[in-house]
């Protein structure tokens, strides 16, 4: 059997409409195309990680509508064990309604809708999964109290615990010195530390920092640079594969499910790293959220095209 990954986290549906302009407050705007993707951070991550290769369990909520039903269908079909995905019959399942336009330009409105009624008594019914795992992956869109818990539960069994810290939120030390793996953005490094991330020594600066707080392992995402590692004190910079950048949405969510794969399947941190840099900048050659998470094969094939490269 696989080691199983079970990310705990948020899902959602995106409805978006591409028009020529984002409408002005009391604006109609005829015309445009509208299509509807699969979003939220914790679905990424879980969908990048079966994609991957990963055993995947996804603890997450939903509303009694067809949006959150057509969401774990499809999560079925990625092979992803959906038994501890539960239905809130008060809410509406998430929804972010986004309207972008001619130049790129977006404006987004998100209703979390059960996402943010997913509490610890939910998890509970998912406790043998947790302890079980190999690696636990979290991000910000769900209760933190809730993140909170799983932190708990993870320090308890000795669980390796990834926290993405997206959305951008700044965190108690006593949820901080729980993580193995925390793995912000620069945007959020500055949220957690006050420094703003304006090239690698402000990165480094900011990782000694969050390590100061009792996380394990700080990587910090630089975009186009690549990914910033800090651990047993010393630092390794990983340079992001060099490619055309066409949509950078989930370039984070991708990474973050590449890493759980690669750890779980026992590679070193750096290799691991390299993997998830990897596919993160596959991601970002194709338009889409979960649509543009690649697939094992197209990993490797360009692991092992740079090895014979240089
Ligand atoms: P987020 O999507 O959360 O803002 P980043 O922008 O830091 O996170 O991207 C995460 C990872 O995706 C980076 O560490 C890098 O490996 C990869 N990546 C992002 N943008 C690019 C790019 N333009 N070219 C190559 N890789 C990229």
Do not use: W
Not at 18 to 47: C, D, S, W, Y
Not at 62 to 74: A, C, P
Request: aromatic letters at 4%; proline letters at 4%.
């Amino acid at each position: 059997m696989k080691p199983s990954i079970v990310v705990v986290g948020s899902s959602n549906t995106d409805m978006v409409i591409k028009a020529r302009h984002i409408p002005a407050p009391g604006e109609t705007i005829l015309g445009g195309t509208f299509f509807m993707n699969q979003g939220g951070k914790g679905a990424n991550q879980a969908v990048a990680a079966a994609r991957l290769g990963g055993q995947v369990t996804f603890i997450s909520k939903i509303g009694t509508d067809i949006f959150g039903q057509q969401s774990v269908d499809l999560y079925k079909k990625e092979d992803i064990d959906t038994t501890h995905i539960s239905v809130d019959n008060k809410s509406q399942s998430g929804i972010a309604l986004i309207i972008v336009d001619d130049m790129g330009e977006n404006s987004i409105a998100v209703a979390p809708g059960a996402n943010s009624t997913l509490h610890i008594d939910d998890v509970t019914k998912a406790k043998k999964v947790l302890e079980h795992a190999s690696i636990v992956l979290m991000q910000l869109e769900i209760p933190l109290g809730t993140v909170e818990y799983v932190a708990g539960l993870a320090e308890i069994t000795d669980t390796m615990l990834i926290l993405n810290p997206a959305p951008a939120c700044a965190l108690p030390d006593s949820l901080l010195n729980k993580i193995s793996i925390i793995t912000p953005n620069e945007k959020e490094a500055e949220m957690l530390t006050g420094i703003v991330i304006t090239n690698v020594d402000a990165a480094k600066e900011a990782a000694t920092i969050i390590s100061g707080k009792g996380v394990k392992t700080v990587i910090i995402t630089l975009g186009a640079k690549g990914s910033l590692i800090y651990h047993n004190k010393s630092f390794s910079l990983v340079p992001a594969m060099q490619v055309k950048a066409i949509d950078t949405t989930a370039a984070g969510d991708v990474f973050n499910g590449a890493l759980a794969v690669a750890l779980s399947e026992g590679k070193e941190l750096r290799d691991a790293v390299v993997f998830a840099n990897t596919a993160a900048a596959i991601s970002v050659t194709k338009l889409g959220a979960q649509a543009s998470a690649p697939f094992r094969k197209e990993v490797e094939d360009q692991i092992n095209y740079s090895i014979i490269k240089t």
